[in-house]
């Protein structure tokens, strides 16, 4: 749907911004005016043809128009013309794009886990992730949001301090595994698993679910 620009009431001195110009480490949400890391923030370009397009990966030619990774910030921005206002004309925001972008953020996960399993530092399973958590070499839990409760309380149990990423589905993490379905895996600590702690992170906010673990440990997983 086309966004009009004037719509949002709000007083922000957002209203007289265009696209972050991306220079420093730190970039702001148009709707929160707030600073944060980019990895940890939602990054949009608008396509020639005026369409906003995420950019997950942030690679994407043009200016940037970011925003904080929660749900009712992309809903204001999506209702109330923020976009518009940072792109300074009107643009088309897709009607799925909560959606888009949680599947973009899934995907990425499992490709990262992917690339974990062959480099030899994720496992899988109750008993394997268990013995990782004993012996000290987990540095990052995933488990599936559909797995039962209880189990994954039980695997946690002394186990309290390491960052959990949650992934919707046994069958999509199974999935990186060549897997049926699995509950329950983790990963050594690494650039890999502080992309997919961060990506579990992104996903929770727009999922509007509780972030299992500090978004402070994951500096600790690199």
């Known amino acids: 749907m086309s966004e009009r620009a004037g719509q949002d009431n709000m007083t922000t001195d957002a209203d007289h911004d265009s696209a972050d110009d991306e220079r420093g480490p730190l970039r702001r949400c148009i709707v929160t005016r707030e600073r944060a890391a980019p990895e940890t923030m939602l990054r ?105 409760p209880d189990e994954r309380t039980r695997l946690l149990s002394g186990a309290r301090d390491l960052p959990i990423a949650v992934v919707p589905t046994a069958a999509g993490l199974g999935a990186a595994f060549g897997r049926d379905h699995v509950v329950h895996a983790a990963m050594s600590r690494g650039e890999l698993a502080r992309r997919v702690h961060i990506d579990s992170e992104r996903f929770a906010g727009l999922s509007g679910r509780a972030v299992p673990g500090s978004s402070d440990q994951s500096g600790e997983l690199g």
């Open 44 to 148: 949009f370009v608008v396509s020639p043809d005026r369409v906003v397009t995420p950019d997950l990966s942030a690679r994407l030619p043009g200016r940037g128009i970011w925003l904080s990774a929660r749900r009712d910030v992309l809903e204001t921005a999506r209702t109330r013309g923020a976009f518009s206002r940072a792109a300074r004309g009107q643009v088309v925001v897709p009607p799925d794009l909560d959606g888009i972008l949680q599947a973009g953020l899934v995907r990425r996960i499992m490709e990262t886990v992917g690339l974990a399993r062959r480099a030899g530092q994720v496992t899988y399973g109750f008993v394997k992730v268990r013995e990782w958590i004993e012996g000290g070499r987990a540095g990052l839990i995933i488990q599936a949001g559909d797995g039962s």
